[in-house]
């Protein structure tokens, strides 16, 4: 059994992750600074596991009681997002907790021999220009461990939406990287031993999407003020379109770059009907934007966005139900959704991360494909 830690945990992406994989695991401490995630995090899997804690507090003589196989580590965001013009990188203060694991609770680990034998990391696509990440690959190789990377978006498993991430898996040396050529330095488009074939064009966002009646479709509604200010910014897609774009934890509140609105109208054309709307606009019509309400505008729900991130598989025979408690604000759900990570593009990282050369199994393969395999990880 391999046991796991989850550092910034967030309402518990990386643990349903690990869940899902086809390994044998259980995340034993996860740790998060937000009050509200981990108030999610221990509905969802428990209080005795989650802490709210300062990262950047915890130490090497803590850790090592746990002595965890496998890290799990999503940090901020911020330093490293192409959306923060001010984004300062390991001058952030932000990116303080993490280079403190990195610098100086992994070595001290690595010194009494209880680190991990394995890491996975996700950040944004920026943060692979970043120092951190330069710092980061040169300590871990320094301590040990072989290094593979990746750039990976859901739209390569099947899901529409284009959330394009960075990934870091790391092994202590010993364990290899099945198809990876550890010699090259570049950061790889895909996971080496998956199946091509699998590969696949996405599904349609109308197999994500919740019905709606009348009245639920209302609350959810892009209203009059933001239309007539920002409307020309948003990224507006179809039921029957195969992508979205990035949804982050601004997603309702802001417009540009903050995720996609859909049209449930799908037989208007959306530029025909905005062109009349800023025509509209430019003549003084106080009512213009009532020109727009055929289009059908909404925020995508809480629900489908659950789906979308794979927190809730909507294509699973054994569905997971996500739990919100009470007190909890639309505004912190959206927040910690957009926070998270999408569960099935880490789930397939673990596979592989996990399964050594000599296993006959696939990062692509299913929960249920391996229920009898069995694993050695003592240290």
């Known amino acids: 059994m391999v046991t796991a830690i989850e550092f910034y945990s967030g309402i518990g992406g990386l643990h349903l992750a690990l869940s899902r994989s086809q390994i044998p ?43 965890a196989d496998l890290w799990l580590l999503s940090p901020a965001c911020q330093p490293y997002t192409v959306l923060n013009p001010d984004a300062k990188g390991a001058c952030d203060s932000r990116a303080r907790s993490f280079l403190h694991l990195i610098d100086n609770v992994l070595p001290q680990l690595a010194a009494q021999q209880v680190h991990p034998r394995y890491m996975l990391v996700e950040n944004v696509a920026g943060f692979q220009n970043s120092e951190t990440r330069y710092h980061l690959v040169s300590t871990l190789e320094r301590l040990g461990y072989n290094v593979a990377e990746f750039n990976l978006t859901p739209l390569q498993f099947g899901i529409p939406n284009s959330r394009l991430r960075y990934y870091l898996l790391a092994k202590l040396s010993r364990l290899s990287f099945p198809g990876y050529d550890e010699s090259r ?26 019905e709606l009646d009348n009245e639920s479709l209302a609350s959810f509604k892009v209203s009059d003020r933001v239309l007539e200010k920002w409307g020309r910014l948003f990224d507006i897609v179809l039921p029957s379109g195969t992508r979205s774009c990035c949804f982050t934890r601004g997603y309702s509140r802001l417009v540009e770059r903050a995720g996609s ?76 959704i957009g926070n998270s990570v999408n569960v099935e593009v880490i789930r397939r990282l673990i596979n592989y991360l996990l399964i050594e050369e000599d296993r006959e199994l696939s990062p692509d393969s299913t929960p249920a494909d391996h229920v009898a395999v069995e694993h050695s990880y003592q240290h």
């Open 25 to 67: 695991a259980t995340v034993i401490a996860a740790y998060d600074w937000d009050p509200i995630a981990c108030q999610v995090y221990a509905v969802n899997h428990g209080s005795n596991v989650v802490h709210k804690a300062d990262i950047s507090t915890l130490t090497a003589a803590r850790l090592s009681q746990l002595q």
């Open 185 to 210: 330095l570049n950061i790889l488009d895909c996971i080496p031993s998956q199946r091509p074939e699998l590969s696949v064009a996405p599904r349609c966002l109308n197999q994500y999407l919740d």
């Open 261 to 336: 609105i859909l049209q449930t109208s799908e037989q208007l054309d959306t530029t025909t009907v905005f062109d009349e709307f800023f025509a509209a606009q430019r003549n003084g019509d106080e009512q213009a934007v009532r020109l727009l309400d055929c289009l059908r505008l909404r925020y995508f729900t809480l629900s489908e966005l659950l789906r979308l991130f794979h927190i809730t598989d909507p294509f699973t025979d054994t569905p997971y139900d996500f739990i919100w408690p009470p007190g909890v604000s639309l505004k912190s759900k959206y927040r910690l």
